[in-house]
């Protein structure tokens, strides 16, 4: 049973004060959690329903972790997901070490995309395009936030997402395309073989600090009147673009 | 001033009841009601910061409506969003009346859309696209659903959305495509000149009872490892390449 301390602490995780502090972060629902524990991450503790345990007992065996068999009841009160509560694991988070980009590959920068939900979805997206490196500046959406992990549908598992000051990080970027409502339409845009995609703010899109480092801005084209997608819509069209354009 | 019997009347909007018994929905935040009143719609009752009604002035002189000069406080209390409440309006609904479709056109077919807020990105994004009309199952999010209106950014104005019977509405239709995992690849597919397009449920994808009306079964390609599209991403990326095809 999660004792009251522990169901605290689990809770605690929900805030990224106390995520910071510990450097841990929850991963909640069956799903998430049987693909996490196939995954590299490090589980410092799972709590569970006696099903769940039951089902994943051999992916258990390769764990060393604490268990604690929990009610459904227990793991709501302590989750952030309002049903289908049966598995949350307290994850250790790995270091924020951003990697010299790119070689051979693209990988997607987000400068201040804000809304934790759609910062999930960009991740997921990701996955499916396959591009598994994400740079994000420091006014992104917490990656470890429960609603972007939850978002993510496991695809935080497999795309790195890194922290850092984009200006200077991207300031020798060999090849760096931005987003914007004007620019070469990205239907017929001959990509590079590497480079970098920069999705601009929900509101307010490129900063001008980035903008002034970009080598060639991109638009996806309007057929229509309204005035600008969602961020992560405008991601996902650029990637498949781009995917599209190497066929 | 918002009496407090206004205030409750405008709360009692949020609720999916209230609206389907008043036959009204609440339009928020300074751009969608500026966008709101160049609109058809008819609005009953608009609260407004006194700096909200002086910039749209002129806009006001051309609607009959109550007009009640409100705090921001007053207004935050009233809406549904957490910041920037400058405006509120109390709009009435439109008969929902699906037409006979399509007409040298596309029309998107939602198939159990839960997530107001992904309905409401779907909504943005068909307006880009250029697509007016959308047939949704009885079990969608509800269009009226302030973070439907909220995430559409104003497009709700453009695109009609109606309820319906699927299966009854969709039976004779001319050309039906349905997105599923596995199918023909939309970066190929020679579409036709017009048809409808089903997204599936976010969870569950296209029902089986809709499944089997579909003539094309379409597939976004996958490159890397997620299991599967956020539905309003899948439906971007089709319509993406719906109007590419046409180029």
């Known amino acids: ?32 959690v049987a693909e ?8 410092t503790m799972l709590a569970a329903t006696p099903d769940f345990l039951h089902q994943q007992v051999k992916r258990l ?5 604490e268990t604690i068999e929990s009610s459904e009841q227990q793991l709501a009160a302590a989750g952030s997901l309002e049903t289908n509560e049966s598995a949350i694991a307290v994850v250790q988070m790995k270091p924020n070490e951003p990697p010299r980009l790119p070689a ?11 809304d ?5 979805t960009i991740i997921r997206t990701a996955d499916w395009y396959g591009i598994y490196n994400i740079i994000a500046s420091g006014e ?8 972007t992990i939850g978002a993510s549908m496991g695809s935080f ?20 395309y931005g987003t914007f409502l004007k620019g070469t339409d990205v239907h017929t845009i001959p990509f590079a073989k590497e480079g970098f995609i920069v999705i601009g703010n929900e509101s307010n899109g490129i900063s001008a600090a980035v903008e002034g480092l970009i080598h060639e801005r991109i638009m996806i084209p309007r057929y229509g009147a309204a005035e600008s997608l969602n961020a992560g819509v405008a991601a996902a069209v650029v990637l498949d673009n781009l995917r599209r354009s190497k066929k």
Chains 1, 2 share one sequence.
């Open 1 to 32: 049973m999660l004792s009251k301390a522990k169901l605290k602490y689990i809770k605690s995780l929900q805030l990224k004060k106390y995520r910071k502090e510990e450097q841990r972060f929850i991963v909640e629902g069956a799903r998430s």
């Open 36 to 43: 996490l524990l196939d995954s590299d991450f490090q589980i």
């Open 61 to 65: 065996a390769k764990r060393d972790m």
């Open 104 to 114: 051979n590959e693209f990988t997607l920068v987000l400068d201040d995309i804000r």
């Open 116 to 120: 934790p939900g759609n910062l999930g």
């Open 140 to 147: 992104t959406a917490d990656v470890y936030n429960p609603k």
């Open 157 to 176: 598992l497999r795309v790195r997402l890194f922290y850092t000051v984009l200006t200077d990080y991207l300031r020798d970027a060999p090849k760096l």
